[in-house]
């Protein structure tokens, strides 16, 4: 059974950082691409990063230079470092595992910006 347990979520102010961790088990982690996704209240989720099984990454513009995601495939774990949080950034934050079968969502962890 795959799973996916996010952490990290938290209350920062504006201009601070987050690092979020994703814990992966259930499946050959390595093999997997990764990606992080965000939804806030009222809106659809939207995909923030992801990392290609090779370690290749991909952003979406607005966390370009902000953002970084990461992998560390001993521990079957993907992070994202978040730097100078914007107020825009509060949502539930969500990571998501590609296998060969289907996609895995874990449950998501809260980020709250204060301005």
């Known amino acids: 059974q795959v799973q996916l347990v996010e952490s990290g979520g938290d209350l920062v102010q504006a201009g601070g950082s987050l690092r979020l961790s994703c814990a992966v088990s259930?499946?050959?982690?390595?093999?997997?691409?990764m990606g992080w996704y965000r939804q806030a209240p009222g809106k659809r989720r939207e995909l923030v990063a992801s990392i290609s099984s090779g370690g290749s990454t991909n952003y979406v513009d607005f966390v370009k230079g902000r953002f970084t995601i990461s992998r560390d495939n001993a521990k079957n774990r993907v992070y994202l470092q978040m730097n100078s949080l914007k107020p825009e950034d509060t949502a539930v934050y969500y990571c998501?595992?590609?296998?060969?079968?289907?996609?895995?969502w874990g449950q998501g962890t809260q980020v709250t910006v204060s301005s």
């Open positions: 259930g499946t050959t982690f390595s093999r997997n691409a």
């Open positions: 998501k595992a590609e296998t060969f079968f289907k996609d895995y």
